[in-house]
Nanobody, 122 residues
Framework: QVQLVESGGGLVQAGGSLRLSCAAS????????VAWFRQAPGKEREFVAS????????FYADSVKGRFTISRDNAKNTVYLQMNSLKPEDTALYYC???????????????WGQGTQVTVSS
């Protein structure tokens, strides 16, 4: 099975940018669709973005469309989430998840990382 480790989170001012990375080990990430989810304190985990194994058809939640970009480098076994024009409401713990087929719900994903915290100050 695949193991996932997120990195790149941190504290940033509103309007700033961060790039999250999701590095895989154990299995080739090229076999998996990958998604990013996030969970803010007191809220349910929500879908952010997803991408299929061939780096096509990225899909985004309406709340991040036009600001976030998901991409992958299968040679590096890594998926990225470029986050621009960050808002305080983007503050959350961000998780990457992988599965053999593409989905938009957290229950569809079998493999999860531990998460990386993103905090956006106003």
């Amino acid at each position: 099975q695949v193991q996932l480790v997120e990195s790149g989170g941190g504290l940033v001012q509103a309007g700033g940018s961060l790039r999250l990375s999701c590095a895989a080990s154990g299995r080739a990430l090229s076999s998996y669709a990958v998604a990013w989810f996030r969970q803010a304190p007191g809220k349910e985990r929500e879908f952010v973005a997803s991408i299929n194994w061939s780096n096509t058809n990225p899909f985004y939640a309406d709340s991040v469309k036009g600001r976030f970009t998901i991409s992958r480098d299968n040679a590096k076994n890594t998926v990225y989430l470029q986050m621009n024009s960050l808002k305080p409401e983007d503050t959350a713990l961000y998780y990457c998840a992988a599965n053999h087929y593409l989905g938009y719900m957290d229950w569809e994903y079998d493999y999860w990382g531990q998460g990386t915290q993103v905090t956006v100050s106003s």
